[in-house]
């Protein structure tokens, strides 16, 4: 089965880096990482993903170890706006299995 | 462009009833899936539909099913309804299906 463990919560200062951990150790060789996120009250909104290597955008950068069984999800400079529930998904075809989340407060 | 929609946002229901949720997707969008989200279970996927027909089908019995239409509107129904169908039902729609979903704000329901 696709799973993937996450940390409950964290906590980051604002306008520091975060570094959200996620192990997914049954990985197939065809599933993507996603990472979404889901502010109060909202639906999960989508921040990166990747398959093997690397990925950076506006929003975080995802770094993906060699053995493709653990993921971080890097947030460069946390700020208020960024406190949500964060998920790392696991895409198989076509199909999401969502982790539990790590809610992420941002302290002022 | 308009996100995605849901409607209604909120209903409450008694055990036993038949419920009927409805998303309309991003405009040109084909796939459209539904997640059920619980405190207990987390977000949990429902099933997928595509050009009408249902692709992918997650774990759940048969009280849930769902159809989409022409336009790619979709509607979900619950029969019989139990206490623990009590949760967010979340809809998320993409272009094709592999790439990027996109959510709508949920519908959240009750029974009592």
């Known amino acids: 089965d696709a799973k993937t463990t996450q940390p409950n919560s964290m906590e980051s200062n604002e306008e520091e880096p975060v570094h959200l951990p996620c192990n997914h150790s049954t990985i197939s060789g065809t599933d993507y990482i996603h990472w979404y996120r889901q502010l109060p009250s909202q639906g999960p909104e989508y921040v990166i993903h990747g398959l093997t290597s690397n990925v950076n955008n506006r929003m975080a950068s995802l770094a993906i170890a060699e053995d493709r069984k653990s993921s971080t999800l890097i947030l460069h400079r946390a700020t208020l706006r960024d406190a949500a529930v964060y998920y790392c998904i696991l895409k198989r075809c076509n199909q999401f299995y969502f982790g539990t989340g790590t809610s992420l407060t941002v302290i002022p | 462009k308009a996100g995605v929609t849901q409607t209604p946002r909120y209903l409450i229901k008694t055990r036993g009833q038949q419920v009927t949720l409805s998303c309309s997707p991003i405009?040109?969008?084909?796939?459209v899936s539904w997640y059920q989200q619980t405190p207990g279970q987390g977000l949990q996927f429902l099933f997928e539909?595509?050009?009408?027909?249902?692709?992918n089908k997650g774990n759940f019995p048969g009280r849930f099913s769902g159809r989409q239409f022409s336009n790619s509107r979709s509607e979900m129904n619950v029969s019989t309804l139990e206490l623990g169908d009590s949760a967010l039902y979340l809809c998320a729609s993409s272009l094709v299906g592999w790439e990027t979903q996109y959510f709508g704000p949920g519908t959240r329901l009750l029974v009592l």
């Open positions: 405009s040109g969008h084909r796939s």
């Open positions: 539909y595509f050009s009408e027909t249902q692709r």
